[in-house]
Nanobody
Framework: QVQLVESGGGLVQPGGSLRLSCTVS?????????WGWYRQAPGKQREFVAH???????EYSESTKGRFSISRDNGNDVVYLQMTSLKVEDSAIYYC?????WGQGTQVIVSS
C-alpha cells in the first residue's frame, strides 16, 4: 500500500527557513498523482497549505503564498515544501497527503 513519510521538521527562529520532505513508497505511479501538504496547529483544524499537480502547477493557501514553495521529484518519488520567512503562527504538525493517504506528520516549531 502507499505510504508517505515526512521529514525535515524542527525548531526554527522566526524569519528562518526549513525544508520538509515527503517520501512516497508503495506505488509506481507517483507522477500520476497530485500531492499536497496540510498542517494542524494545537486546538485547530487541519488546514490546506499547498499542492502540486501532475503538470507541476502549484496552489497555496493565502497565509503561505509567497513564503512557501512546493515541488516534486518524480524520479525519486519525493515531495518537498520549502518554507521561508517563517512565523510563530506557522508552528504546527505538517502532513503530506495524496491518493487518500496521509503521512504521520512532522512537527515544525517557530519560536525565539
Amino acid at each position: 500500500q502507499v505510504q508517505l513519510v515526512e521529514s525535515g521538521g524542527g525548531l526554527v527562529q522566526p524569519g528562518g527557513s526549513l525544508r520538509l520532505s515527503c517520501t512516497v513508497s508503495g506505488t509506481n505511479r507517483f507522477r500520476a498523482f497530485i500531492w499536497g501538504w496540510y498542517r494542524q496547529a494545537p486546538g485547530k483544524q487541519r488546514e490546506f497549505v499547498a499542492h502540486i499537480t501532475t503538470d507541476f502547477v502549484t496552489e497555496y493557501s493565502e497565509s503561505t503564498k509567497g513564503r512557501f514553495s512546493i515541488s516534486r521529484d518524480n524520479g525519486n518519488d519525493v515531495v518537498y515544501l520549502q518554507m521561508t520567512s517563517l512565523k510563530v503562527e506557522d508552528s504546527a504538525i505538517y502532513y503530506c497527503y495524496g491518493v487518500n493517504v496521509w503521512g504521520q506528520g512532522t512537527q515544525v516549531i517557530v519560536s525565539s
